[in-house]
């Protein structure tokens, strides 16, 4: 994976998930709600990576 960061890191794995013929639509949507709570929780605490 190119790059660093928790937002790249959604972007990039919900580009895994489109790219997957398996997942669907719903799931694939779950999928980033889950991990967007996650980055903001994070943000909120204010833990980033460096």
Not at 10 to 32: F, G, H, Q
């Amino acid at each position: 994976m190119i790059g660093k960061g928790k937002l790249f890191d959604i972007i990039s794995r919900t580009a895994d998930d489109v790219n997957n013929t398996e997942i669907t639509n719903y799931t694939m949507l779950e999928n980033y709600k889950l991990r967007r709570e996650k980055f903001d929780k994070q943000y909120l605490n204010k833990d980033w990576e460096r």
